[in-house]
């Protein structure tokens, strides 16, 4: 990227007042930095900001500056919380523009059908919905399933919705969301569906009820994003007739956010078993991001605004989701479709 008018100088200036600027925002409306702390941990804090202020002195461009910044969040925690450089007034690498990857559908076996979701992000949605439609007659006469998820770094909740019909038919236990409440927030919350998912009447009313909760509440306090008791026991409005007895969704430390959520949520089911080298990716407790332009105007923040009510007792932040199978290792690698077959052949009883 070609440096801006105004050289090294200005974007160490701006890189130190947007640090700063976003540390401070952070602070005051991050739903995740609202946990309590521990004087070592704010004292520890409050020296990886002071080491990124030094470093800020030593920005040549913006890149590097915005390197330094993002670098500096991790302070606060690992996932939900990053900052981007925009370029004329978009962004680089932005959460709001990125395309989806879509879903796909296709038959391994006269016994097993394989669905790839590569994203929740609100657009597949759609796609995922239509998939079903046009596979029906193999996905009802597979009764191994392998839903791979891989790589997935989530979006929304309600983008795997359409495949809850197949795997949850006596229903879900759903934990919500409570949503912190400042006046910043409130304003994210207005402006969210326009960014995310224009024009989507789900994204309206759901934003909406929430932004009405939110205003009936004093700043500092918090609120249910959904429903007032923090969680209860859902049902898909018509369960297929034809449903997989088994059902192996396959994922990795790529599958963040709601990934980690549809792996919460389907692990429910009998038929469902979660497979897997290791954990999930571990960013999913503060949640539902915002983004915040930062004074320079060349850079935006993403902060959540809401945390699970799963805690204190059941946190995934830093930690991640289990699989429930392990899959073995031989010391070859076992990515793309060659893990996809282990799995298959584990389903189809042929062993590993």
């Not at 002195?57 to 913006?62: G, K, M, S």
């Not at 076996?109 to 995922?128: C, E, Q």
């Not at 909406?208 to 049902?235: K, L, N, P």
Request: proline fraction near 6%.
């Amino acid at each position: 990227m070609m440096q801006r008018p105004g050289g090294p100088l200005e974007s160490r200036r701006l890189c130190a007042l947007d640090l700063d600027a976003a540390h401070a925002f952070v602070r005051a409306n991050d739903a995740g930095a609202q946990l309590a702390a521990t004087p070592a941990e704010v004292a520890a804090r409050e020296a990886d900001v002071q080491q990124a202020r030094e470093l800020a002195e030593t920005a040549a461009n913006d890149v590097e500056g915005t390197t330094i910044i993002q670098k500096s969040l991790l302070a606060w925690r690992k996932g939900h919380l990053f900052v981007e450089l925009l370029d004329g007034g978009n962004a680089t690498k932005t959460l709001s523009g990125r395309a989806a990857a879509l879903p796909s559908a296709e038959s391994l076996s006269p016994d097993t059908a394989l669905l790839t979701i590569p994203s929740f992000f609100p657009g597949a949605r759609h796609r995922l919905a239509e998939v079903l439609h046009l596979h029906r007659p193999m996905l009802e006469n597979r009764r191994c399933w392998i839903i791979d998820v891989r790589g997935n770094d989530g979006g929304a909740d309600t983008t795997y919705a359409p495949l809850l019909p197949w795997l949850m038919p006596e229903g879900w236990l759903s934990v919500s969301d409570r949503i912190y409440v400042t006046a910043a927030n409130i304003e994210a919350e207005e402006c969210v569906c326009d960014l995310f998912a224009p024009g989507d009447p789900d994204c309206i009313r759901f934003t909406q009820e929430a932004v009405r909760r939110m205003r009936s509440v004093q700043a500092g306090q918090w609120v249910q994003q959904e429903y007032e008791a923090g969680w209860r026991h859902e049902r898909p409005a018509a369960a297929e007739s034809r449903r997989p007895d088994r059902v192996a969704v396959l994922f990795d430390s790529g599958c963040g956010s709601s990934c980690e959520q549809f792996l919460l949520t389907v692990r429910q089911s009998f038929s469902v078993k979660l497979v897997g080298r290791g954990r999930s990716c571990g960013a999913l407790d503060a949640s539902n991001l915002r983004p915040h332009t930062l004074p320079s105007g060349r850079r935006r923040l993403w902060y959540a605004t809401t945390l699970s009510n799963r805690l204190p007792a059941m946190p995934i932040d830093g930690i991640g989701v289990s699989p429930d199978v392990l899959l073995p290792s031989d010391g070859q690698d076992h990515r793309g479709r060659a893990e996809v077959g282990r799995v298959q052949g584990w389903l189809e009883g042929a062993g590993w």
